[in-house]
């Protein structure tokens, strides 16, 4: 959808400065837009999903284990497609003001693509590159973001997302080695031309929120303090924005309707973006391939 249509709509959750921050930075965070409600039921979500990890002894389709994962100490690096595993979780993106603040940014026709659950464990919870999410999942158009939910407060030292403002209008990155292995990040040879020196850490107390583009450039430091950092990543897009490459993070939701309705005309935007690997055979997590797991 295009953003004067986006914006000629009223706000329903997100302030009017908070719009402008998305749409000219690429990402803003929202302090604590999620109440202590929802918080205490996703809570209880996550903790059976760790629970049920005890029983995994290494990384699978929905469970990404850190290598110290026991079943006395559990150790997660993620949980993928957490919407399928517990109906709470798609239940806060179709009951929740979250999809209120979806609309603010997408427009009234909002659908789901993927969701992920990202740990950060305490004390060594993995560094993520800087990467793009646009190289993972190419769409139609740029209408397409990823929301953030932190589950407990998260602080500068927790590894909070961190983005380059105004990145997103800059050039998707090759996520691939020049031999043609795709890492899921940017490349030593690109990691020049990034402005890491204007790098803006999306932190906050539990329940604040960051939205990201699809385009613009993120990642975050690994966690060595003794308390975690879960985020619950849920990706979204307006109705008429199209993936046209196969999904990594299957789920039974993918492209079902938030918030209004199926679109009738999908609508196109020019570019150039990487195609990415043919995931039908299966993908692992950001992870793994950042860490070179699966070279
Ligand atoms: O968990 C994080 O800090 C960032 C994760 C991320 O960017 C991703 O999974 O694409």
Same mark, same amino acid.
């Given at each position: 959808m295009r953003k004067e249509d986006i914006m000629s709509r009223p706000a329903k959750v997100l302030s009017q400065a908070q719009r402008d921050e998305y749409f000219n930075d690429g990402a803003v965070v929202v302090p604590a837009l999620i109440g202590t409600e929802w918080l205490a039921k996703l809570r209880a979500a996550i903790d059976r999903q760790i629970e049920l990890s005890r029983a995994e002894t290494k990384s699978g389709s929905i469970f990404d284990l850190e290598r110290d994962h026991t079943a006395e100490e559990p150790r997660l690096r993620r949980v993928s497609s957490p919407c399928d595993q517990d109906e709470v979780f798609w239940q806060f993106l179709t009951d929740s003001k979250i999809g209120d603040a979806f609309e603010d940014l997408l427009g009234p026709n909002v659908k789901f693509y993927q969701s992920k659950l990202n740990f950060k464990w305490a004390k060594g919870g993995a560094e993520v590159k800087w990467h793009q999410d646009a190289p993972f999942f190419p769409h139609t158009n740029t209408s397409v973001l990823t929301c953030g939910l932190y589950l407990n407060d998260c602080d500068m030292d927790q590894g909070p997302l961190?983005?380059?403002?105004?990145?997103?209008?800059?050039?998707?990155?090759?996520?691939? #080695?020049?031999?043609? $292995?795709?890492?899921?990040?940017?490349? =030593?040879? =690109?990691?020049?031309?990034? =402005?890491? =020196?204007?790098?803006?850490?999306? $932190?906050?107390?539990a329940g604040s929120v960051t939205f990201h583009n699809y385009r613009t450039v993120h990642g975050s430091k690994p966690n060595l303090t003794g308390r975690g950092r879960p985020l619950l990543l849920n990706v979204v897009s307006a109705a008429d924005s199209l993936p046209y490459t196969s999904q990594?993070?299957?789920?039974?939701?993918?492209?079902?309707?938030?918030?209004?309705?199926?679109?009738?005309?999908? $609508?196109?935007?020019?570019?150039d973006y990487i195609v990415p690997p043919d995931w039908s055979g299966g993908y692992t997590?950001?992870?793994? #391939?950042?860490?070179?797991?699966?070279?």
């Amino acid at each position: 959808m295009r953003k004067e249509d986006i914006m000629s709509r009223p706000a329903k959750v997100l302030s009017q400065a908070q719009r402008d921050e998305y749409f000219n930075d690429g990402a803003v965070v929202v302090p604590a837009l999620i109440g202590t409600e929802w918080l205490a039921k996703l809570r209880a979500a996550i903790d059976r999903q760790i629970e049920l990890s005890r029983a995994e002894t290494k990384s699978g389709s929905i469970f990404d284990l850190e290598r110290d994962h026991t079943a006395e100490e559990p150790r997660l690096r993620r949980v993928s497609s957490p919407c399928d595993q517990d109906e709470v979780f798609w239940q806060f993106l179709t009951d929740s003001k979250i999809g209120d603040a979806f609309e603010d940014l997408l427009g009234p026709n909002v659908k789901f693509y993927q969701s992920k659950l990202n740990f950060k464990w305490a004390k060594g919870g993995a560094e993520v590159k800087w990467h793009q999410d646009a190289p993972f999942f190419p769409h139609t158009n740029t209408s397409v973001l990823t929301c953030g939910l932190y589950l407990n407060d998260c602080d500068m030292d927790q590894g909070p997302l961190a983005i380059l403002p105004g990145s997103h209008k800059g050039p998707i990155y090759d996520h691939y #080695t020049e031999d043609g $292995h795709w890492t899921g990040d940017i490349q =030593d040879k =690109d990691l020049g031309k990034l =402005d890491v =020196d204007n790098v803006r850490y999306l $932190h906050g107390p539990a329940g604040s929120v960051t939205f990201h583009n699809y385009r613009t450039v993120h990642g975050s430091k690994p966690n060595l303090t003794g308390r975690g950092r879960p985020l619950l990543l849920n990706v979204v897009s307006a109705a008429d924005s199209l993936p046209y490459t196969s999904q990594p993070l299957p789920s039974r939701y993918e492209q079902a309707i938030i918030r209004g309705q199926q679109a009738r005309w999908a $609508h196109h935007e020019d570019g150039d973006y990487i195609v990415p690997p043919d995931w039908s055979g299966g993908y692992t997590s950001i992870f793994a #391939t950042q860490q070179r797991e699966q070279m």
